[in-house]
């Protein structure tokens, strides 16, 4: 069984390589020993095409997780299942709730799970497990489940509804993350890190018996973080000793700019086609 796994971003803000395109969104593509998994799905506008480009055989997965309900991270669901074998998808329950965010006029924008991808995942009957709590996906492969939210600092990074009326708060507690372990620490995949990403790394660490963070790959909803939040954020990724840091989707321009200039030596560019190995025991 190969000891490398591979991790190819499929979907991101930005892309780098020929024929690849770019769209607001996240999925991942992780591969190892034979085994094969996706991490969100992106709109759905472009992970087939990115797929082929890269010669990513998305019919081949054994598993697809979702962190969120959100269209940028469910959008392509659809499109993922068509052709695909047996393959088990891993949500919260809370990923099929209505989501609306509130836009600066007061109304509000429809942001959850598209139709299309509802009525996709609905047919896997028994093929659908819902994660809420800590859930192996595959060989090595871990979802968090619902990450409790500790730190005085962090909060859902925007104002999030269950109703269109923006009456109910959407606590986004089916935003979750991956993990696996590797021999210089574990690695850890984010959707949007709505929980907040120190909450998910102690939440992590805790799981994993206080293994160091190899790496912390993907979107860290920093977009509208105060910069006290920023600072803390930084403080803290120092203080648990992150080894290497991708930010990327929704962590935001002048966050991702605070995180380069503070953690220049860990910093590491995100963008569709980027892939990561790690070896593992």
């Keep these: 069984m190969s000891r490398t796994v591979r991790i190819t971003l499929l979907v991101e803000n930005t892309a780098q390589g020929a024929g690849l395109l770019a769209e607001h969104g996240l999925a991942y593509w992780i591969e190892w020993g034979g085994q094969k998994a996706i991490f969100d799905t992106g709109q759905g506008n472009i992970l087939a095409g990115n797929a082929y480009r890269l010669n990513i055989p998305l019919h081949e997965a054994d598993a697809i997780v979702l962190s969120h309900g959100h ?21 919260h329950p ?4 209505p989501k609306y965010a509130r836009k600066t006029d007061g109304s509000a924008r429809e942001i959850g799970m598209p139709h299309l991808a509802e009525r996709a995942i609905r ?9 809420d709590q800590p859930t192996p996906v595959v060989h090595r492969l871990t979802v968090t489940g619902p990450v409790p ?7 859902v990074g925007g104002l999030f509804f269950l109703d269109q009326a923006c009456t109910k708060p959407d606590q986004l507690e089916d935003d979750q993350s991956v993990f696996f372990d590797t021999v210089e620490g574990t690695v850890v995949l984010l959707g949007c890190a709505h929980s907040g990403i120190i909450n998910t790394l102690q939440y992590i660490r805790q799981l994993t018996g206080g293994r160091p963070i190899r790496a ?4 860290m909803h920093l977009g509208a973080a105060s910069p006290e939040r920023v600072k803390r954020t930084i403080e803290e990724l120092r203080r648990i000793g992150v080894q290497q840091l991708a930010p ?3 962590t935001g321009m002048s966050a991702t700019v605070a995180l380069w200039t503070a953690l220049p030596t860990i910093c590491v560019a995100c963008h569709a086609g980027k892939t990561f190995e790690f070896e593992v025991t």
């Design 71 to 91: 269209y940028d991270h469910t959008g392509g669901l659809a499109e993922a299942l068509k052709t695909n074998r047996l393959v088990t998808v891993y949500a």
């Design 248 to 250: 990327g989707h929704c």
């Design 216 to 219: 912390v790959i993907g979107g």
């Design 149 to 155: 939210r500790l730190t005085d600092f962090e909060d």
């Design 94 to 97: 809370a990923a099929f709730a």
């Design 123 to 131: 047919a896997l009957h028994n093929r659908l497990v819902y994660t």
